[in-house]
């Protein structure tokens, strides 16, 4: 045995050391199990059962953990040494029975191995292994009957399925009684059996033992995922294969009891208090919803469903956005939503989420629709109009960006998407957006500064040179002044001349000074010291009783 084995007791409190010892003598350890590489989990009774994980327990970085509240407190227990001191005696009598086994193999030709057993072994003496072990081992028992279940017909065959998954995860009757880590992950394992299984029979036409298999499965993944978080990603990849392989069975089923009968789960399962609406894509409502599209009167079933009996629950943000969003892609396929005044009315503060919904599902049509018809109602909304053009860069539907992109920065005057945008669409498409917002804002002399931005952008500095010379703030001129005084260093200079003239007139205080060394500073920044003299010799000549104020 390993030295750090024999020496673990150094490593806690005497007196946690004793105790654990005494709970040990006393047989409270039991359960000792190994769900992964280098991780124990042990149940310890004392007064009432503790599950204990322990995970490299040997080694000096060891991590445990224990749910009583010593180790709450202070990070160490006598349930821990004692499923320790358990550990190290069950490790030693394997390593001992490993060695047997090698000494007997070095001593006889003959290989111990599963072949060897098989070939060997008397049938009723393995048969009476299985019966004991699968007795002792609540795992193996479960794992066997996951594993044959099809293979042996019962009185009522549906229940087998739901029996042998309610035998891992019961329901939970009080706060107390809750699956522990091994037993999730042992629903973990016996699902994707099931789900193997499942897959098996559709693909053989066994649709009356996918269907048990299907309701019994489905319906406690939907549970376990609503009570429990742990192994989030493991449960919900095991619900989307449930779900998607309702809807394939529903598909393929033509038998009217039995299509009715999956029909009626495949309705009831999200009126379940423990379904999670938080997801749409793999939504049974919406899976259904595609398939069955032309099926009016089932649309307007789960219309019904979600406005009268799913909307009126206190739901959360994620799951009230999912059902508003199943109920427009209904509406759309019904209406082509026609009438959207309910939702306006009382869920518009939750548009630009529901639309990120449908656009994460792929319901292009409804997420653009949705919008242009919220266009009617809220005609000056920003974040409505850059979401749409959002949407349609996403969708890749750049004619009507184009359309609507020059109105979105008339309204909102964001110039940054509009540059943002320029990518995605043609040189001609481009020209043409750029020659809307030039004529518009040639009008308005309120909005020089983003006209201003546009010549600068597009390169064209002759235009830009004839509208700062109009007259800019010098806050303007000194954005853009690094790219013309190259080429325009006699329009540039009049241009300080005039802005600073103006300055200096309007204002007798601190602030036509300071702004005068500003426009100084900055020239000499850019390199433009020729036309830096050039200002200063103006200013010295014309403002000569406020010369003191240049440096």
Not at 417 to 444: F, H, P, R
Request: charged fraction near 30%.
């Amino acid at each position: 045995m390993a030295k750090s084995q024999d020496l673990f007791e150094l490593h806690f409190d005497g007196d946690i050391v004793y105790q654990g010892e005494q709970l040990y003598d006393a047989g409270a350890v039991q359960d000792i199990h190994k769900p992964e590489k280098s991780l124990w989990t042990a149940m310890v009774y004392d007064d009432v059962f503790y599950e204990v994980e322990l995970f490299s327990p040997f080694a000096q970085r060891r991590k445990v953990s224990c749910e009583c509240q010593s180790f709450k407190d202070i990070k160490s227990c006598k349930h821990i040494t004692a499923a320790l001191f358990a550990l190290r005696t069950q490790l030693k009598e394997e390593a001992d029975r490993k060695a047997e086994r090698l000494k007997n193999k070095s001593s006889t030709g003959k290989k111990l191995n599963i072949n060897t057993l098989l070939q060997d072994l008397d049938k009723d003496d393995l048969l009476n292994f299985i019966r004991g072990y699968a007795r002792k081992d609540k795992n193996f028992n479960i794992a066997l009957k996951a594993h044959f279940a099809r293979r042996v017909d019962l009185v009522d065959n549906r229940a087998k399925f739901k029996g042998i998954l309610d035998s891992i995860i019961k329901p939970i009757t009080s706060p107390t009684v809750r699956a522990k880590a091994a037993d999730l992950k042992n629903f973990i394992s016996v699902s994707k059996e099931l789900i193997a299984q499942l897959e098996d029979a559709i693909s053989l036409s066994e649709y009356v033992d996918a269907y048990y298999i299907v309701d019994a499965g489905i319906s406690k993944a939907e549970y376990v995922r609503y009570h429990y978080d742990n192994y989030a990603d493991d449960t919900l990849a095991i619900s989307k294969q449930y779900h998607e392989l309702l809807i394939l069975l529903y598909q393929r089923v033509h038998a009217d009891e039995l299509k009715s009968n999956l029909l009626e789960l495949i309705i009831d399962l999200p009126q379940r208090s423990y379904y999670r609406h938080n997801r749409l894509d793999d939504h049974l409502f919406l899976l259904l919803i595609n398939k069955t599209y032309k099926n009016k009167e089932l649309l307007l079933r789960i219309r019904a469903i979600c406005e009268e009996t799913l909307l009126p629950k206190k739901l959360d943000e994620h799951d009230l956005v999912t059902i508003l969003s199943l109920i427009l892609v209904i509406d759309y396929h019904l209406y082509k939503l026609k009438d959207i005044s309910w939702f306006v009315d009382k869920f518009a503060q939750l548009s630009m989420n529901v639309v990120d919904r449908l656009v994460a599902v792929s319901q292009a049509e409804v997420s653009v629709s949705l919008m242009k018809k919220m266009k009617k109602h809220f005609p000056k909304s920003r974040e409505l109009k850059r979401k749409l053009l959002q949407v349609h860069l996403s969708l890749d539907q750049i004619d009507e960006l184009t359309k609507l992109l020059p109105t979105y920065v008339i309204q909102s005057d964001d110039t940054k998407l509009l540059y943002k945008l320029k990518g995605s669409l043609s040189n001609v498409q481009w020209t043409d957006v750029i020659l809307e917002l030039i004529d518009y804002y040639k009008q308005d002399d309120s909005k020089k500064s983003i006209l201003a931005s546009i010549y600068f952008h597009e390169e064209d500095y002759e235009s830009l040179v004839e509208l700062l010379k109009s007259g800019m703030s010098l806050d303007t001129v000194m954005n853009y002044d690094h790219k013309l005084v190259r080429d325009y260093p006699k329009e540039i200079a009049f241009i300080y001349k005039s802005v600073l003239s103006e300055l200096l007139d309007s204002y007798l205080g601190d602030r036509s000074h300071a702004s005068v060394r500003k426009a100084l500073y900055h020239l000499e920044q850019i390199g433009a010291r020729k036309i830096q003299r050039t200002v200063r010799t103006f200013l010295e000549t014309e403002y000569e009783h406020r010369i003191k104020y240049l440096t």
